[in-house]
């Protein structure tokens, strides 16, 4: 396995790039090519045990499966000590959010012989010598819970909206944002529009501009714009990002399909998950994890796509009414498929654009798009799809608590 030694990770050569609560990604910039990490990010998990590595690999594998495995980016492992691990967080650590810096300072990982990492290619790179740029999208939570005892304002407001306001009480964000994920899923220009626009005027963390590697403000969209593909008029912008939204229609409308695996609403799920023995609650992980399980996923999901495209509404397919089923092993099923869905309202779409090549027609995984008589060429990928552990259950549970109660607060709905 390729290792990455102490003189890798001199200062500065392996740049923050994001990080999530169980990721710190780094990009490599060193003034020198590297044969292994040149065009390449590096990502460390915080994970405090070995096999993170195998789990991401699995849950990509899993999405790859449904949403096609071109869409995913390959990753290779790599062998990183506690030690070199620990360093290079202490270089990055001026570039990371307090918060961030509290939930994890680093130092944690010189009590580990192994951090699990890997190298992803850096999706924010123009590979050709060709202008482009990358926008990274977090769409969260394109649908509305609908299964009957649901909370009646839960069929009315959008989870990401309410959760808006819960936000802003706990002082993450500054404002409210328009953005609203069921514009951007909503598969009518005009609402996709909307929300591209919301999201370049109030971005939070949904959405993130990259150009040649680095980030810039997701304001500055237009100018770097009219810089590099010629574009002039804030629309002129918003459409060509629109048309590509458009194109991969199917696509959200998949992602929105393994969302839709949370049939029951955590609302629902938590207190039946409460109800399992240690024992069973262990099963869950281990049920996801699991590679037979994997069939299983593709059969839900197709039966979630289909109903979404039907528009059907879910009915019982829960199996909690099925008298033949053992209780447990209905609701074993219920947690595996929310844990799926948990990681789905969590992924980010990575979408560069660039001004078309030549050689970029022969290529069928891109998206071709004229604007203004200029051909445009996009590529999608699927990033952060990690492993959801049912250990989180209670606390997903409280959170989904707290978005009503300060929702229906402010709102002054009473239900
Ligand atoms: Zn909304």
């Given at each position: 396995m390729l290792g990455i030694s102490e003189e890798d990770v001199y200062e500065g050569r392996w740049r923050y790039l994001a990080e999530g609560a169980l990721n710190v990604v780094f990009r490599y910039q060193a003034t020198t090519n590297h044969p292994a990490f040149t065009g390449k990010v590096l990502r460390v998990s915080k994970l405090k045990f070995q096999d993170s590595g195998r789990m991401m690999d699995h849950m990509r594998q899993l999405f790859g499966s449904f949403?096609?495995?071109?869409?995913?980016p390959s990753s290779i492992p790599v062998?990183?000590?506690g030690s070199v691990a620990a360093q290079l967080m202490h270089f990055i650590l001026p570039c990371r959010k307090e918060k961030r810096r509290k939930e994890?300072?680093?130092?944690?990982?010189?009590a580990l012989k192994?951090?699990?990492a890997c190298l992803m290619p850096n999706l924010t790179l123009d590979s050709q010598s060709n202008p482009a740029f990358t926008l990274e999208i977090k769409p969260k939570w394109g649908f509305m819970p609908s299964f009957d005892s649901v909370h009646p304002v839960k069929k009315r407001f959008c989870r990401y909206c309410m959760h808006q306001r819960l936000k802003l009480e706990e002082g993450s964000i500054e404002s409210i944002g328009g953005y609203c994920?069921?514009?951007l899923f909503s598969e009518d220009p005009e609402r996709i529009q909307q929300a591209l626009e919301e999201l370049t005027l109030n971005p939070q963390n949904n959405l993130r501009l990259f150009v040649g590697g680095i980030e810039k403000d997701p304001a500055s969209l237009m100018e770097i714009e009219e810089k590099l593909l010629g574009l002039r008029t804030r629309r002129q912008v918003l459409d060509l990002l629109l048309q590509v939204i458009i194109e991969i229609t199917p696509l959200l409308r998949q992602i929105k399909a393994i969302q839709m695996l949370d049939e029951i609403d955590i609302q629902n799920l938590f207190p039946l998950w409460n109800r399992l023995e240690p024992d069973e609650k262990e099963k869950i992980d281990a049920a996801v994890l699991s590679q037979s399980w994997k069939s299983q996923?593709?059969?839900?999901?197709?039966?979630?796509l289909k109903r979404e495209v039907l528009r059907e509404k879910p009915g019982n397919e829960s199996g909690i009414e099925s008298k033949s089923l053992d209780l447990s092993e209905v609701v074993l099923s219920l947690c595996a498929k929310f844990l799926v869905s948990v990681s789905a309202k969590d992924l980010s779409l990575m979408i560069t654009i660039w001004p078309a090549l030549d050689e970029d027609k022969i290529d069928s995984n891109l998206i071709h798009i004229s604007m203004n008589g200029i051909q445009f060429s996009a590529r999608v990928a699927v990033v952060d799809i990690d492993f959801k552990s049912s250990s989180k259950m209670k606390k997903w549970f409280e959170t989904d608590q707290e978005i009503m109660k300060t929702f229906c607060k402010d709102m002054d709905i009473h239900e």
């Open positions: 949403l096609g495995n071109h869409l995913i062998a990183l000590s994890f300072d680093g130092d944690e990982f010189k192994q951090v699990e994920p069921l514009d996923f593709l059969e839900y999901a197709r039966d979630s």
